[in-house]
């Protein structure tokens, strides 16, 4: 063999037997990461994806989509309201998309309204998608999402009750965890800053802190409502703070307790000695603010990679994964025991 032959045996193109064999996989366990089907073992698909990297690999869309009569396309919408949490959804979407080997074709909004709903819908169909991530649980998205009928749509952090296709994070055990947390530390006058009630995320965390208040056998205060910005949780910062009674907040998103952090700080209450925080998401700022953000983490990649696995699922005619991830509790320096400020001036 010549060095040019060798040479040009070095530089073809790696097939997914490649992949199988410097993973030490089968075939069909590579087609299965490619494909977005979540029935593997973690360390196995990191294995598979690392060989992926490694290699270079490819899948061949172009030639499966023309053996299917499928187009090989499917389609993620998403808003521009520069929110961590959706944000980050739709990018992972989009990178699982990829890695399981379809073009992906993706539609920002400028605004949440229905026709911005229906004009991005129309649009992906037009380019023949076989399916659509929606990432913007609103109520109205919902609903364009249910009269769809030849195409899929699966709405990210959706109403299971209202969406055939919906995966996300289970938003009321994660506002259970972070209330029964605070109940834990032993407050009883707990505040819910939640987020705009149109969205199916607000009320699954408005009926968790609900629940663990009930359960605890307290009763719960008025919720107030904002609108998942900074600026909403200084506002209402700023009322919560004239209400000496209560000594612990949970908010619905971290961006609203960064405000609430804020407004407690130009009124002279100290966190978490006077009032302790929670918030939601573990955006990357929440260890860094002053103090450190006690929150909920949503594992953001699980989201994308499932909702992915849902629409294969659905395109498939196969049984849909699980909807639900399940949250966890960040423990940081925002939350304590009531009265720890008084404690410490005696001390």
Known sequence: MTQGAAAARNERTPVMADVARLAGVSHQTVSRVVNGQDNLRPETRERVLDAIK???????TAARALASRR???IGVIGSK?????????????QAAGREAGYFVSAVNLQSLTRAEFVDAIEHLRSQHVEGIVLIAATDEAIEVARAQEDVPVVVVEGDPGKTRWTVGVDQT???ELATRHLIELGHSEIVHVGGPQAWAEARARL?????AMYAAGLRPSRQVEGDWSARSGYELGLEIAERREVTAVFCANDQMALGLLRAMGETGRSVPGDVSVVGFDDIPEAAYLLPPLTTVQQDFAAVGHRAIGTLRAALEGEAAPEPLISPA???RASSASPGTARQRSRA
Not at 82 to 93: A, E, L, Q, Y
């Open 81 to 93: 309201t520069g929110f961590w949490g959706p944000s980050s959804i739709h990018r992972t979407v």
């Open 207 to 211: 009926q968790g802190w609900q629940n």
């Open 54 to 60: 490694k290699l270079g690999y490819r899948p061949n």
């Open 71 to 73: 187009s090989g396309t």
């Open 329 to 331: 509790l960040v423990v």
């Open 173 to 175: 055990a994660g506002a």
